[in-house]
């Protein structure tokens, strides 16, 4: 089980992390709105990919796991913050295929993947 549910998280990782290189630009603006760093623009979208090879990959399975809840509690925070926002701004997790207005829905998913990974490793 422990496969399926890293392979659940690793889809979604990588979807977002090629989305976000295949509409580059769009997503250097969205992300620069949210208020996200230069060097934080590049590194996310390679964070999610390397982070879905190693979860697939089962390779240092415990520190991917960590890393990845860390990432996706970090995303949630941010939404968090932003949904208090009286302008909500795209919520950018997909690159330009995410172009609706943030909103609890968003959270929802990532607390749903946090389970998620929370199960993977649980069922190791």
Known sequence: MSFVFALIVAAVFMYAGVAKFATFNNW???????????????????????LAVLLVGG??????VAASLILLVSFTILLLVRLRDPERLPCSCFGATSQRPMSWLDVVRNVILIAVLIAAYITK
């Open 59 to 64: 390779w240092w399975f415990e520190q991917t």
């Open 28 to 50: 250097t603006f969205q992300a620069r709105a949210l208020g996200a760093p230069d060097p934080f623009v590049v590194l996310v979208p390679l964070a999610e990919i390397a």
